[in-house]
């Protein structure tokens, strides 16, 4: 159980454009996911707590308008990088939390992370 | 908020020998220190977690310490293989707070066994 997964896994865009992507927990239902993003050979930085039906709560130094966030079901958050810019590729990864107890609530777990590439 | 500090960057042991690697935080009300094994592209993989309530935790070759006193936490490989080379990190959380439990990552450590 708890597992965790991202769409698209892989995606180009063109500078300007935007992406999103999707985060699902697909046997529990998540009330509390979360953001990160990863550059190359440096470490996992939290972008934002996303909580079901209420707005998220961004890191220091996060645009909230550039990454929109939305959790919009227990079993699902999108993250939308709008107006994307060549600086804005990374690798991104959610996770969720199972706070229904069937599962560790203190364990996150992760989704497979999507490598975003913009032109 | 908390910082998490991790040590060394980079490690390099033979097959067979103990790798050790170290983690210090900042806050006190963190009570959940997981660390976790990634390979390149993938995901992090939670190898051994250990709650603010023990001191020590084994599973196998991989043991988990921590010192609340102290705020430092410590994972310890042992009879290390080829396997085993990874970047590993150190997280803290404050789960069950007004965080959410939130996870903050340590640096990294890039770590290489050679056969």
């Known amino acids: 159980g708890a597992v965790v997964s991202q769409h698209p896994s892989r995606v180009i865009c063109k500078s300007g454009t935007s992406v999103k992507i999707e985060c699902r927990s697909l046997?529990?239902?998540?009330?509390?996911m979360f953001w990160y993003r990863q550059f190359p050979k440096q470490s996992l930085m939290l972008m934002a707590t996303?909580?079901?039906?209420?707005?998220?709560?961004?890191e220091q130094g996060v645009e909230k308008d550039k990454f929109l966030i939305n959790h919009a079901s227990l079993t699902l958050s999108t993250l939308t990088v709008t107006s994307a810019h060549p600086e804005d590729s990374s690798f991104y990864i959610c996770?969720?939390?199972?706070?229904?107890?069937?599962?560790?609530?203190?364990?996150?777990?992760f989704g497979p992370g999507t490598r975003l590439t913009v032109t | 908020g908390e910082n998490v500090e991790q040590h060394p960057s980079t490690l390099s042991v033979q097959e067979g020998d103990s790798a050790v690697i170290k983690c210090t935080y900042s806050d006190s009300a963190s009570n959940y220190f997981p660390w976790y094994k990634q390979e390149l592209g993938k995901r992090p993989q939670l190898i051994i977690d250990?709650?603010?309530?023990?001191g020590e935790k084994k599973d196998q070759r991989i043991a988990v310490t921590l010192n609340k006193t102290a705020k430092h936490f410590s994972l310890h490989i042992t009879e290390t293989q080829p396997e085993d080379s990874a970047v590993y990190f150190c997280a803290a959380s404050d789960a069950g707070g007004t965080s959410y439990g939130k996870l903050t990552f340590g640096q990294g450590t890039i770590l290489t066994v050679h056969p």
């Open positions: 250990i709650r603010s309530n023990v």
């Open positions: 996770s969720a939390r199972d706070n229904t107890g069937r599962n560790s609530v203190y364990e996150q777990y």
């Open positions: 046997d529990f239902q998540a009330t509390t």
């Open positions: 996303s909580n079901e039906g209420s707005k998220a709560t961004y």
